[in-house]
Every structure is written in C-alpha cells, then in structure tokens.
C-alpha cells in the first residue's frame, strides 16, 4: 500500500483507490480476521455519526472489494458478518 498516491498493488499492477477506498483498505488489512462494527468504520474513516446513510459504506465495501480482487482463490475475502458488519479474512499460509 503506498500512502502516498493511494495505490495498492494487486497480482503486479497498480490500482489506483479513492481517498475513502484507500483509508477503507488500510483499516482492514490492519485488522485482518478482526470483526469491524459499521459505526466503528463509520466513526473512523468518515468521521461522522453513525447515522451516516449505510449504502455508502456498503458501496464503498463493494469497491474494494471488486479493486483489490478480494476473494477466496487469492487468500482474501471481506465477509459481511451479520449484525456486526464486515472482516477481512486471510486464507494465506
């Protein structure tokens, strides 16, 4: 992850995220297999209430996910935890 120019490098190229997408990415990778609260993500990466409107989270979830190639077959997945919210989980040896 490089801070500065918001880049991740996935399978040997460079994804560009938004400032949101990125700091979302961040949050997770440094808690990977940890359960995330929506207001805990909401509280730190919007810095606002937690009556901020859900689908914007969700929208921005479903972006990095889509980005960074998150799923099983490369050792990686956010799972939607129900009545909790999301974990980044790593399936890496």
Known sequence: ????????????????????????????????????????????IWRTPESMASRTLDMHVSRVRSKLDLQLQNGFRIVTVFGYEYR?????T
């Not at 918001?6 to 979302?24: N, P």
């Not at 961040?26 to 940890?34: A, D, G, L, S």
């Not at 980044?88 to 890496?92: A, I, R, T």
């Open 88 to 92: 980044l989980e790593s399936f890496k």
């Open 1 to 44: 992850m490089n801070r500065l120019d918001q880049s991740v490098t996935v399978h040997g190229k460079t994804i560009l995220l938004t400032a949101k997408e990125f700091e979302l990415a961040e949050m997770f990778f440094k808690n990977v297999n940890r359960t995330l609260s929506r207001n805990n993500i909401i509280k730190t």
